[in-house]
């Protein structure tokens, strides 16, 4: 039962285009959402979050968008960098706890 | 300062064995987590401690895993009669308070194979 799916396993963009990284759940319950980025052989480190309450939060080149109704979110990066290509993973997490639910991740590659 | 770290790296045994795992938190961090990952997919929830309140065990696959944190620091995740389904990354995090809102710190993983 995969309560956090992101479909696309991989993405491949120009540097300097925007990427969009997709993950849809299932649980209403969910009320806090985060996106993660791993390198190869190091642990994935926080890049973003949101709350429930809100529909949109910005971080210089990163902003995750949430579509409550739809139970939607969306990372854009605006513009990719080479840097940026890793492996992304959505979580969510339901209200009073701190255990992070995973998405099975999406590969991005930003192609100089 | 110093992150999470975990040890072994890397550690292969044999199908029956026993495993030990160790995570080491940032100093200060009064909730750890652990994780894995096996291959194509994306991080499984374990076990999480939260300060002195009992842990939640709730993702624990089986009665084979346990795991444990010695006075509020290390934590040591135990595997017993391993199986090759038990393959995978095991990545630890910790995070300076309980709760949503605080960001957890990931360890860089024990990759675990079981032949």
């Known amino acids: 039962d995969q309560q956090v799916k992101q479909n696309s396993p991989s993405l491949s963009v120009q540097e300097g285009r925007i990427s969009i990284l997709n993950c849809d759940y299932t649980?209403?319950?969910?009320?806090?959402f985060l996106w993660y980025k791993k390198y190869p052989a190091e642990g994935p480190t926080f890049l973003i979050s949101?709350?429930?309450?809100?529909d949109k939060n910005e971080d210089g080149r990163f902003t995750v968008f949430l579509n409550k109704s739809a139970k939607h979110l969306s990372l854009h990066i605006v513009p990719s960098q080479p840097g940026d290509s890793a492996v992304y993973f959505c979580?969510?997490?339901?209200?009073?706890?701190?255990?992070?639910?995973f998405g099975q991740g999406t590969t991005l590659q930003v192609k100089p | 300062g110093a992150g999470v770290s975990q040890s072994p790296s890397n550690k292969v045994t044999e199908k029956g064995k026993d495993v030990e795992l160790r995570c080491d938190p940032i100093?200060?961090?009064?909730?750890l987590y652990w994780y894995r990952q096996s291959l194509g997919q994306g991080l499984e929830f374990l076990i999480y401690?939260?300060?002195?309140?009992?842990?939640?065990k709730s993702g624990l696959p089986s009665d084979r895993f346990s795991a444990e944190r010695t006075g509020g620091s290390v934590s040591t995740l135990t595997i017993q009669r391993t199986q090759q389904e038990d393959s995978a990354v095991y990545l630890c995090?910790?995070?300076?308070?309980?709760?949503?809102?605080?960001?957890?710190?990931f360890g860089p993983g024990t990759r675990l194979l079981v032949l």
């Open positions: 995090a910790s995070s300076l308070a309980p709760g949503v809102r605080e960001t957890q710190y």
């Open positions: 649980n209403s319950m969910f009320d806090y």
């Open positions: 949101i709350s429930s309450i809100k």
């Open positions: 979580a969510a997490t339901p209200a009073n706890t701190g255990k992070l639910i």
């Open positions: 100093s200060g961090h009064t909730a």
């Open positions: 401690f939260q300060g002195n309140s009992a842990p939640d």
